[in-house]
Protein backbone atom coordinates (compact mmCIF):
# COMPACT_ATOMS: atom_id res chain seq x y z
CA UNK A 1 0.00 0.00 0.00
CA UNK A 2 1.13 3.32 -1.02
CA UNK A 3 0.34 5.29 2.28
CA UNK A 4 2.37 2.82 4.29
CA UNK A 5 5.15 2.87 2.06
CA UNK A 6 4.88 6.89 2.50
CA UNK A 7 4.68 6.08 6.23
CA UNK A 8 7.76 4.33 6.50
CA UNK A 9 9.79 6.77 4.77
CA UNK A 10 8.67 9.33 7.01
CA UNK A 11 9.51 7.15 10.17
CA UNK A 12 13.32 6.59 9.06
CA UNK A 13 14.07 10.49 8.00
CA UNK A 14 14.71 13.10 10.15
CA UNK A 15 15.32 16.01 7.99
CA UNK A 16 12.28 15.81 5.57
CA UNK A 17 11.03 19.00 3.13
CA UNK A 18 7.61 19.90 1.53
CA UNK A 19 7.64 21.53 -1.71
CA UNK A 20 3.99 21.97 -2.59
CA UNK A 21 1.42 23.38 -5.02
CA UNK A 22 -1.77 24.37 -5.93
CA UNK A 23 -3.08 20.99 -5.35
CA UNK A 24 -2.48 21.37 -1.91
CA UNK A 25 -4.92 24.53 -1.67
CA UNK A 26 -7.67 23.43 -4.07
CA UNK A 27 -8.26 20.65 -1.23
CA UNK A 28 -8.98 23.77 0.99
CA UNK A 29 -11.55 25.04 -2.23
CA UNK A 30 -8.89 27.38 -3.92
CA UNK A 31 -9.15 26.91 -6.75
CA UNK A 32 -6.69 26.75 -9.54
CA UNK A 33 -6.41 29.98 -11.21
CA UNK A 34 -4.34 28.56 -14.08
CA UNK A 35 -6.61 25.39 -14.50
CA UNK A 36 -9.59 25.37 -17.14
CA UNK A 37 -12.22 27.10 -15.53
CA UNK A 38 -9.93 29.67 -14.11
CA UNK A 39 -8.79 30.62 -17.70
CA UNK A 40 -12.18 30.57 -18.85
CA UNK A 41 -13.13 32.76 -15.87
CA UNK A 42 -10.73 35.21 -16.49
CA UNK A 43 -11.08 35.85 -20.36
CA UNK A 44 -14.70 35.55 -20.00
CA UNK A 45 -15.30 38.27 -17.26
CA UNK A 46 -11.96 40.55 -18.04
CA UNK A 47 -10.75 39.31 -21.44
CA UNK A 48 -7.74 38.37 -20.31
CA UNK A 49 -5.86 35.32 -19.61
CA UNK A 50 -4.68 35.01 -15.96
CA UNK A 51 -0.90 35.66 -16.64
CA UNK A 52 -1.75 38.63 -18.25
CA UNK A 53 -4.04 39.78 -15.50
CA UNK A 54 -1.37 38.82 -12.55
CA UNK A 55 1.66 40.56 -14.15
CA UNK A 56 3.59 43.46 -13.08
CA UNK A 57 3.27 45.64 -16.22
CA UNK A 58 -0.90 45.07 -15.80
CA UNK A 59 -0.23 46.06 -12.42
CA UNK A 60 1.25 49.20 -13.16
CA UNK A 61 -0.82 50.19 -16.54
CA UNK A 62 -4.67 48.96 -15.24
CA UNK A 63 -4.60 49.06 -11.37
CA UNK A 64 -7.69 49.18 -11.10
CA UNK A 65 -8.67 46.07 -13.14
CA UNK A 66 -5.92 44.27 -11.59
CA UNK A 67 -6.93 44.59 -8.25
CA UNK A 68 -11.07 43.98 -9.27
CA UNK A 69 -9.55 40.56 -10.34
CA UNK A 70 -7.20 39.98 -7.66
CA UNK A 71 -9.65 40.99 -4.77
CA UNK A 72 -12.44 38.26 -6.50
CA UNK A 73 -10.31 35.35 -8.04
CA UNK A 74 -7.19 35.57 -5.57
CA UNK A 75 -8.06 36.40 -1.58
CA UNK A 76 -9.98 33.23 0.03
CA UNK A 77 -10.49 34.73 3.36
CA UNK A 78 -12.96 31.51 4.62
CA UNK A 79 -10.67 28.95 3.49
CA UNK A 80 -9.01 26.83 6.24
CA UNK A 81 -6.39 24.81 6.19
CA UNK A 82 -7.11 21.05 4.98
CA UNK A 83 -5.79 17.40 6.17
CA UNK A 84 -2.29 17.80 3.96
CA UNK A 85 -1.33 21.35 5.98
CA UNK A 86 -2.54 19.84 9.34
CA UNK A 87 -0.02 16.57 8.62
CA UNK A 88 2.42 18.54 7.66
CA UNK A 89 2.42 20.70 10.94
CA UNK A 90 2.06 18.37 12.93
CA UNK A 91 5.11 16.29 11.25
CA UNK A 92 6.88 19.67 11.82
CA UNK A 93 6.02 20.14 15.81
CA UNK A 94 7.27 15.89 15.95
CA UNK A 95 10.92 17.55 14.50
CA UNK A 96 10.92 15.60 11.41
CA UNK A 97 10.06 18.37 8.89
CA UNK A 98 12.46 20.70 8.72
CA UNK A 99 10.34 23.21 6.22
CA UNK A 100 7.56 23.94 4.07
CA UNK A 101 8.16 24.95 0.54
CA UNK A 102 5.56 26.45 -1.28
CA UNK A 103 4.14 27.93 -4.62
CA UNK A 104 0.85 28.94 -2.66
CA UNK A 105 -0.32 32.51 -1.46
CA UNK A 106 -2.57 31.94 1.06
CA UNK A 107 -1.27 31.81 4.35
CA UNK A 108 -2.95 28.40 5.25
CA UNK A 109 0.17 26.15 6.28
CA UNK A 110 0.80 29.03 9.08
CA UNK A 111 -2.92 28.66 9.71
CA UNK A 112 -2.50 25.20 10.73
CA UNK A 113 0.69 25.80 12.68
CA UNK A 114 3.44 25.32 10.68
CA UNK A 115 6.24 27.69 11.72
CA UNK A 116 9.40 26.87 8.92
CA UNK A 117 7.00 28.08 5.74
CA UNK A 118 9.15 29.35 3.07
CA UNK A 119 6.75 31.47 0.45
CA UNK A 120 8.19 31.54 -3.03
CA UNK A 121 5.51 33.54 -4.54
CA UNK A 122 4.85 35.36 -1.47
CA UNK A 123 1.49 35.76 0.39
CA UNK A 124 -1.83 37.99 0.29
CA UNK A 125 -1.55 38.64 3.64
CA UNK A 126 1.39 40.92 3.04
CA UNK A 127 0.49 44.22 1.57
CA UNK A 128 3.16 47.43 1.26
CA UNK A 129 3.02 50.60 -0.13
CA UNK A 130 5.26 51.10 -3.54
CA UNK A 131 5.85 54.84 -1.98
CA UNK A 132 6.98 54.24 1.83
CA UNK A 133 7.49 51.01 1.95
CA UNK A 134 4.70 50.69 4.84
CA UNK A 135 3.19 47.39 5.10
CA UNK A 136 -0.52 46.78 5.42
CA UNK A 137 -2.67 43.04 6.21
CA UNK A 138 -5.45 41.54 4.12
CA UNK A 139 -8.14 43.55 5.57
CA UNK A 140 -6.90 46.82 4.67
CA UNK A 141 -6.75 45.82 0.91
CA UNK A 142 -9.70 44.19 0.94
CA UNK A 143 -11.91 46.92 2.45
CA UNK A 144 -10.10 49.69 0.16
CA UNK A 145 -12.68 50.51 -2.61
CA UNK A 146 -11.39 50.06 -6.04
CA UNK A 147 -6.87 50.50 -6.16
CA UNK A 148 -5.77 50.39 -2.30
CA UNK A 149 -3.98 53.64 -1.73
CA UNK A 150 -0.97 54.04 1.39
CA UNK A 151 -3.17 56.74 3.46
CA UNK A 152 0.63 58.21 4.70
CA UNK A 153 1.94 59.16 1.14
CA UNK A 154 -0.79 57.96 -1.49
CA UNK A 155 1.07 55.89 -3.36
CA UNK A 156 -0.48 52.69 -4.26
CA UNK A 157 -0.07 49.35 -2.41
CA UNK A 158 1.25 46.09 -3.43
CA UNK A 159 0.46 42.83 -2.76
CA UNK A 160 3.44 41.20 -1.70
CA UNK A 161 2.72 38.47 -4.08
CA UNK A 162 5.25 37.42 -7.03
CA UNK A 163 3.89 38.64 -10.09
CA UNK A 164 4.63 37.72 -13.94
CA UNK A 165 7.12 39.39 -15.41
CA UNK A 166 8.96 39.58 -11.68
CA UNK A 167 12.13 37.62 -10.42
CA UNK A 168 11.28 35.35 -7.05
CA UNK A 169 12.78 36.76 -3.71
CA UNK A 170 16.60 35.53 -4.27
CA UNK A 171 16.77 35.12 0.22
CA UNK A 172 13.49 32.54 -0.05
CA UNK A 173 14.56 31.00 -3.05
CA UNK A 174 18.24 30.03 -2.07
CA UNK A 175 16.39 29.10 1.47
CA UNK A 176 14.85 26.47 -0.41
CA UNK A 177 17.82 24.98 -2.26
CA UNK A 178 19.64 24.89 0.95
CA UNK A 179 17.13 23.00 2.75
CA UNK A 180 15.99 20.31 -0.33
CA UNK A 181 19.54 19.91 -1.11
CA UNK A 182 20.11 18.81 2.57
CA UNK A 183 17.14 17.26 3.25
CA UNK A 184 17.37 13.16 3.38
CA UNK A 185 13.63 12.98 2.13
CA UNK A 186 11.30 15.46 -0.18
CA UNK A 187 8.04 15.07 -0.51
CA UNK A 188 6.72 16.63 -3.32
CA UNK A 189 2.50 17.66 -3.46
CA UNK A 190 -0.05 19.38 -5.69
CA UNK A 191 1.62 20.52 -8.19
CA UNK A 192 2.67 19.78 -11.85
CA UNK A 193 6.35 20.59 -11.64
CA UNK A 194 6.16 23.26 -14.85
CA UNK A 195 5.96 26.88 -13.18
CA UNK A 196 9.81 27.78 -13.58
CA UNK A 197 11.68 28.23 -11.93
CA UNK A 198 10.30 27.40 -8.73
CA UNK A 199 9.58 23.11 -10.35
CA UNK A 200 13.73 23.12 -11.07
CA UNK A 201 13.86 22.73 -7.42
CA UNK A 202 13.85 19.41 -7.31
CA UNK A 203 17.06 18.91 -9.29
CA UNK A 204 18.43 20.21 -5.55
CA UNK A 205 17.63 17.14 -4.15
CA UNK A 206 20.41 14.75 -3.61
CA UNK A 207 18.59 11.92 -1.55
CA UNK A 208 16.99 8.47 -2.25
CA UNK A 209 13.74 9.07 -0.76
CA UNK A 210 11.54 11.25 -3.07
CA UNK A 211 7.85 10.72 -2.99
CA UNK A 212 5.86 13.02 -5.54
CA UNK A 213 1.96 13.05 -4.83
CA UNK A 214 0.16 14.70 -7.43
CA UNK A 215 -3.46 13.88 -9.16
CA UNK A 216 -2.05 14.16 -12.74
CA UNK A 217 1.34 12.93 -14.11
CA UNK A 218 4.05 15.06 -14.33
CA UNK A 219 7.66 15.51 -16.37
CA UNK A 220 9.45 13.82 -13.03
CA UNK A 221 7.38 11.15 -12.09
CA UNK A 222 10.16 7.97 -13.26
CA UNK A 223 12.53 10.05 -11.07
CA UNK A 224 10.05 9.10 -7.73
CA UNK A 225 11.02 6.55 -5.53
CA UNK A 226 7.44 6.97 -4.47
CA UNK A 227 4.72 7.99 -6.73
CA UNK A 228 1.29 8.27 -5.03
CA UNK A 229 -1.71 9.32 -7.91
CA UNK A 230 -4.27 10.94 -5.41
CA UNK A 231 -5.43 13.29 -2.68
CA UNK A 232 -2.16 15.43 -1.17
CA UNK A 233 -4.27 15.59 2.29
CA UNK A 234 -5.21 11.85 1.97
CA UNK A 235 -1.92 10.48 1.33
CA UNK A 236 -0.41 12.63 4.17
CA UNK A 237 -3.00 12.21 6.85
CA UNK A 238 -2.92 8.47 6.21
CA UNK A 239 0.76 8.69 6.49
CA UNK A 240 1.08 11.03 9.47
CA UNK A 241 -2.13 10.10 11.90
CA UNK A 242 -3.23 6.53 10.09
CA UNK A 243 -6.90 5.68 9.80
CA UNK A 244 -8.64 7.69 12.07
Given at each position: M??????????K??????F????????S??????S?????A???????S??E??S???????P?????????????????P?S?HVALA?????G???A?V??N?????Q?????????L???????F?VG?????G?D???N???V???????EI???????YE??L?S??????????????M?????????????A??I???????????????????????????G???????E?V?GSR
Amino acid sequence: MSYETLKEMIDKSGNIVFFGGAGVSTESNIPDFRSESGLYAAKTKYGFSPEELLSHSFFVNRPELFYDYYKNFMIYRDAAPNSAHVALAELERRGKLRAVVTQNIDGLHQAAGSVNVLELHGSVHRNFCVGCRRFFGLDFVINSEGVPKCPECGEIIKPDVVLYEEPLDSEVFEAAIRYIREADMLIIGGTSLVVYPAAGLIRYYRGSKLALINKSPTQYDSSADLLISGSVGKALSEAVFGSR
